[in-house]
């Protein structure tokens, strides 16, 4: 039998000042620090789950921008939290192939997206 892929494993994104991705990912999305921290060059932070992904954050030049696209239980009180908080997301909208999603930036400009499976 073929090798396969069993998961991510982690996903890095390069960031121009740590701080603020830093909070922005604690704070307002709720990931937990697991290294690093706002004083740090590298972090690496996860939602509340040991088999999710690893989200790294790595300071340095911002040449390129990635996306990353989390799985919420409510798309839209998701939306409205965020709002609240004073974002500007796009407004959720449903997808041909079953997902109701919405995308906004980070404070580097990586693409977030937030998604719920359609019932």
Not at 6 to 18: C, D, G, L, M
Request: proline share 5%; glycine share 8%.
């Amino acid at each position: 039998m073929a090798p396969t892929i069993e998961k991510i494993s982690a996903i890095t994104f390069r960031v121009s000042n740590i701080k603020a991705p830093v909070q922005f990912y604690r704070n307002v999305l709720g990931l937990d620090l697991l290294d690093g921290g706002k004083h740090a060059s590298f972090c690496s932070l996860r939602v509340n789950d040991s088999e999710s992904a690893i989200l790294n954050l790595e300071q340095g030049d911002t040449v390129w921008r990635g996306g990353l696209i989390f799985h919420v239980t409510d798309v839209d009180a998701f939306w409205t939290r965020l709002k609240e908080r004073g974002f500007n997301p796009e407004i959720p909208r449903n997808a041909s192939w079953g997902e109701r999603y919405f995308h906004m930036l980070d404070p580097d400009g990586h693409e977030l997206s937030f998604a719920q499976p359609l019932q």
